[in-house]
T-cell receptor, first 111, second 113 residues
């Protein structure tokens, strides 16, 4: 049946713990992936990206892992802080298409 | 750089009225995107331009929606006539190329009553 609304999966973590947000993609031709963070009332903001010739990339407190075999992307946030509370989107594209966004995961940090 | 600038931030209009949303992309970016975000459908790509030329408008929901990019520093998204189901947050984004990282504006929250 038709969905009556977009129920975002929610991840609740304790402040200081590590967070892992997962994303499954369907297009095996996708070769570029981005994680975006969207805080309430703001536009999505770039966090980190990865190309398909890599399986891991690290930033400041964030790590993106790519498993092309199972078409899975994850975002790991170390020592999660209250300011990390937001909706996180994965986005993908091939070499000649614009970004396609996933549905998003809401991260809630418990102080 | 000030980033992608959208105006207005909020718009409330009556059903049947024309609505025009405006966007100034980041200087030097060649691609511009219009997205719509709703609770029902998430973030949807409506249309995107490359070098001021519309490349794909297949995401535009109906003929009531139109978008223009008269120059590299300005784009508009127009809805005429507006309907309550058009209520959403509309985002403009720009990027160096349409296949790379997109930078988003703050969005325009549209409410059609």
């Amino acid at each position: 049946g038709e969905s009556v609304g977009l129920h975002l999966p929610t991840l609740s973590v304790q402040e200081g713990d590590n967070s892992i947000i997962n994303c499954a993609y369907s297009n095996s031709a996708s070769d570029y992936f981005i994680w975006y963070k969207q805080e309430s009332g703001k536009g999505p903001q770039f966090i980190i990206d990865i190309r398909s010739n890599m399986d891991k990339r690290q930033g400041q407190r964030v790590t993106v892992l790519l498993n092309k075999t199972v078409k899975h992307l994850s975002l790991q946030i170390a020592a999660t802080q209250p300011g990390d509370s937001a909706v996180y989107f994965c986005a993908e594209n091939t070499g000649n298409t614009p970004l396609v966004f996933g549905k998003g995961t809401r991260l809630s940090v418990i102080a | 750089d000030a980033g992608v600038i959208q105006s207005p931030r909020h718009e409330v209009t009556e059903m049947g009225q024309e609505v025009t949303l405006r966007c100034k992309p980041i200087s030097g970016h060649n691609s511009l995107f219009w997205y719509r975000q709703t609770m029902m459908r998430g973030l949807e790509l409506l249309i995107y331009f490359n070098n001021n030329v519309p490349i794909d408008d297949s995401g535009m929901p109906e003929d009531r929606f139109s978008a223009k990019m008269p120059n590299a520093s300005f784009s508009t998204l127009k809805i005429q006539p507006s309907e309550p189901r058009d209520s959403a947050v509309y985002f403009c984004a720009s990027s160096l190329q349409y296949t790379t990282e997109a930078f988003f504006g703050q969005g325009t929250r549209l409410t059609v009553v």
